[in-house]
């Protein structure tokens, strides 16, 4: 079947159905949790994850899993792949994404946001608005990189990190798996995998 589920009934999802709608593909159902509204942009909201699968034996093949939460993305992505569904990608037409980086699957790429030459972005990423990600970077599996956030080249991100709004990376920096980037930080030296770090420059919390 063409039409897509979406998993996700929240703000992010909304951004993304209308990524996916620039892009002429059409959400027949978002998968929210149990609470969620009843639509979401005009999309009918199915409340469970029991729905993935529902909808899966009914013959829908494509989803796109819009969930903000870096841990909860990846595990549902899991769940729907067992499954046998395809992750589809949600970028939109305003963005700009070179010819030589590379993009997984069922990553989003928001309006404004710039990936420059020879750039990877892992499966299930996010690249919010604005964000830019320059020449050579590798942004690992399930990252979330927040609007106007700016990584530098060749910068190194793991799989599952959060960087906060308005991060500012310096060029060659290497930032762990499941690292946490305070919002509006300036990051001039590698960061520990599992480590929350903020501020200008950017510390480790427990170096604060
Ligand atoms: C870094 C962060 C994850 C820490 O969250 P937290 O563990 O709940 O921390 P708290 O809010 O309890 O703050 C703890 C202290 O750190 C300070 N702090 C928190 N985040 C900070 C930041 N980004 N820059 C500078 N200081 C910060 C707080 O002011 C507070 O200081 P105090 O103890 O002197 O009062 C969070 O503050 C943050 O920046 N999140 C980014 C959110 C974001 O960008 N979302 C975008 C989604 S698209």
């Given at each position: 079947m063409k039409e897509l589920v979406l998993v996700g009934a929240g703000g992010h999802a909304k951004v993304c159905i209308e990524l996916l709608r620039a892009m002429g593909k059409h959400v027949a159902f978002c998968v929210g949790a149990k609470g969620s509204p009843q639509q979401c942009l005009g999309?009918?909201?199915?409340?469970?994850?029991e729905h993935i699968t529902r909808l899966r034996s009914q013959g829908y093949t494509r989803i796109?899993?819009?969930?903000?939460?870096?841990?909860?993305?990846?595990?549902?992505a899991d769940l729907a792949m067992k499954q046998g569904y395809v992750l589809e990608n949600a970028i939109s037409p305003r963005a700009v994404v070179?010819?030589?980086?590379k993009i997984g699957h069922?990553?989003?790429v928001m309006a404004g946001a710039v990936i420059n030459a020879d750039a990877t972005v892992g499966d299930l990423s996010i690249v919010n608005t604005g964000a830019s990600i320059d020449h050579d970077c590798i942004i690992g599996r399930a990252v979330h990189i927040s609007p106007q956030t700016a990584l530098a080249g060749n910068v190194q991100v793991g799989d599952s990190a959060f960087l906060g709004i308005g991060t500012t990376v310096v060029p060659e920096i290497v930032i762990g798996h499941n690292a946490v980037i305070?919002?509006?930080?300036?990051?001039?030296?590698?960061?520990?995998?599992?480590a929350t770090a903020f501020g200008v420059?950017?510390?480790?919390?427990?170096?604060?």
């Amino acid at each position: 079947m063409k039409e897509l589920v979406l998993v996700g009934a929240g703000g992010h999802a909304k951004v993304c159905i209308e990524l996916l709608r620039a892009m002429g593909k059409h959400v027949a159902f978002c998968v929210g949790a149990k609470g969620s509204p009843q639509q979401c942009l005009g999309i009918p909201v199915l409340e469970g994850d029991e729905h993935i699968t529902r909808l899966r034996s009914q013959g829908y093949t494509r989803i796109f899993i819009a969930i903000g939460c870096n841990q909860i993305r990846n595990r549902l992505a899991d769940l729907a792949m067992k499954q046998g569904y395809v992750l589809e990608n949600a970028i939109s037409p305003r963005a700009v994404v070179s010819p030589s980086a590379k993009i997984g699957h069922g990553v989003a790429v928001m309006a404004g946001a710039v990936i420059n030459a020879d750039a990877t972005v892992g499966d299930l990423s996010i690249v919010n608005t604005g964000a830019s990600i320059d020449h050579d970077c590798i942004i690992g599996r399930a990252v979330h990189i927040s609007p106007q956030t700016a990584l530098a080249g060749n910068v190194q991100v793991g799989d599952s990190a959060f960087l906060g709004i308005g991060t500012t990376v310096v060029p060659e920096i290497v930032i762990g798996h499941n690292a946490v980037i305070g919002a509006g930080s300036v990051v001039l030296s590698h960061i520990l995998a599992g480590a929350t770090a903020f501020g200008v420059p950017a510390k480790h919390i427990e170096n604060k």
